[in-house]
């Protein structure tokens, strides 16, 4: 019998590929770029009923604890815990310290780690997938959420898809982890049918998963557990341990746990998902126009093709372009093609070392 699921949504990331409109003090998961609510709104929407899961956790960043407090309470989702983080420090200690959370009071329980910035269209189909991971991980494995691809994208990593799994139906072997290919590349794996996206969701049975932690990586298991024995409490935040927690290797979950550990599964699940970290993925997701198009805010397009174009105040206008990306704010405007906006993150880390204001 499969313990309880434990939802935690990890919001402790920058976005800076979506900047100008995500900045330091604003990322990303707070910003309504693919509807009305915020991507962590709609995240934890995803997980927030009581029949299925327990009570939601958040991992954030303590600079942002208010803007969080403030957007699960306009959601309607008050009741959720929120746990804070003095430092960033990457998907792995995130991941291990809501293990520890979860193991205080249920070590049989299973925990349920998604990002903050994720789309997902058709939530049946991942609660469906849902199901065949609990029944996967209470048989003591890590489970993968892997995305069936509709297109070659080279902006996702890709997982290698083994043999189904006894005992587990509709979860597979792992046989391996492929970085974000080439193009060509991309288009070979869609061909085969052996691939799927990495989500950077997963199904963990808690004890196992800890064990898992301890047995690759000892260190980062001490940090996480001692952030966690000694945390404190106010009346809205869990404040982990700052000594404790900053000692915590900043590395990703896949690098630290998933790509060295013998117990994992994969679910293939055909479910709409996006990971939102571009503006080209805003793009493609966004409504168009018979030209391609998409104007956001106070925005006037001529003779343009394929273009996102998103103005928050001033007036912004276009003429005899295509494949461009444009948002302008109140103190910035960007200017990309398409191609090109995955080196956004470069401009920020340009505008920083030159010493500009809130990037």
């Known amino acids: 019998m499969a313990g309880r699921i434990h939802p935690v949504i990890l919001s402790g990331g920058a976005g800076t590929r979506?900047?100008?409109?995500?900045?330091?003090?604003?990322p990303k998961q707070f910003l309504a770029l693919t509807g009305e609510m915020t991507l962590i709104q709609q995240a934890a929407a995803r997980v927030s009923d009581p029949t299925r899961f327990e009570p939601l956790r958040i991992i954030a960043s303590a600079q942002h604890r208010f803007l969080v407090a403030q957007q699960l309470q306009e959601a309607g989702l008050a009741a959720a815990r929120i746990v804070l983080e003095s430092s960033p420090r990457n998907t792995a200690a995130a991941a291990a310290v809501a293990a520890c959370l979860v193991d205080q009071n249920e070590p049989e329980g299973l925990l349920l780690v998604a990002p903050a910035d994720h789309r997902i269209v058709d939530v049946e189909s991942f609660?469906?997938?849902?199901?065949?991971?609990?029944?996967?991980?209470?048989?003591?494995?890590?489970?993968?959420?892997?995305i069936t691809p509709d297109r070659p994208a080279t902006g996702y990593g890709y997982i290698r898809v083994g043999e189904p799994l006894t005992g587990a139906g509709g979860a597979h072997r792992v046989e391996g982890f492929v970085e974000?290919?080439?193009?060509?590349?991309?288009e070979r794996y869609l061909r085969t049918g052996s691939y799927l996206?990495?989500?950077?969701?997963?199904?963990?049975?808690?004890?196992?998963?800890?064990?898992?932690?301890?047995?690759?990586?000892?260190?980062?298991?001490?940090?996480?557990?001692?952030?966690?024995?000694?945390?404190?409490?106010?009346?809205?935040?869990?404040?982990?341990?700052?000594?404790?927690?900053?000692?915590?290797?900043?590395?990703?979950?896949?690098?630290?746990?998933?790509?060295?550990?013998?117990?994992?599964?994969?679910?293939?699940?055909?479910?709409?998902?996006?990971?939102?970290?571009?503006?080209?993925?805003?793009?493609?997701?966004?409504?168009?126009?018979?030209?391609?198009?998409?104007?956001?805010?106070?925005?006037?397009?001529?003779?343009?093709?394929?273009?996102?174009?998103?103005?928050?105040?001033?007036?912004?206008?276009?003429?005899?372009?295509?494949?461009?990306?444009?948002?302008?704010?109140?103190?910035?405007?960007?200017?990309?093609?398409?191609?090109?906006?995955?080196?956004?993150?470069?401009i920020v880390e340009r505008l920083r070392a030159r010493g500009e204001g809130q990037i």
């Open 197 to 346: 996206w990495n989500s950077g969701i997963f199904l963990l049975p808690v004890k196992v998963f800890l064990d898992e932690i301890e047995r690759l990586q000892p260190e980062l298991h001490e940090h996480a557990c001692e952030a966690v024995a000694r945390a404190s409490h106010d009346a809205d935040f869990l404040w982990l341990d700052k000594q404790a927690f900053d000692r915590c290797l900043s590395i990703s979950i896949d690098h630290a746990i998933m790509e060295r550990t013998d117990r994992l599964a994969v679910i293939p699940v055909d479910c709409g998902w996006t990971d939102v970290g571009s503006w080209s993925t805003v793009a493609e997701i966004a409504e168009r126009d018979a030209s391609g198009n998409t104007a956001v805010g106070n925005v006037l397009v001529e003779a343009t093709r394929n273009s996102y174009v998103r103005s928050e105040g001033p007036l912004v206008t276009t003429l005899g372009v295509e494949d461009l990306i444009v948002i302008a704010t109140a103190d910035a405007v960007l200017v990309a093609h398409k191609d090109r906006d995955q080196d956004i993150k470069q």
């Open 127 to 146: 609660r469906a997938g849902l199901d065949i991971a609990a029944q996967a991980a209470s048989e003591g494995l890590l489970c993968l959420f892997g």
């Open 180 to 186: 974000k290919p080439d193009r060509e590349t991309a």
């Open 18 to 26: 979506l900047w100008p409109l995500s900045r330091e003090n604003l």
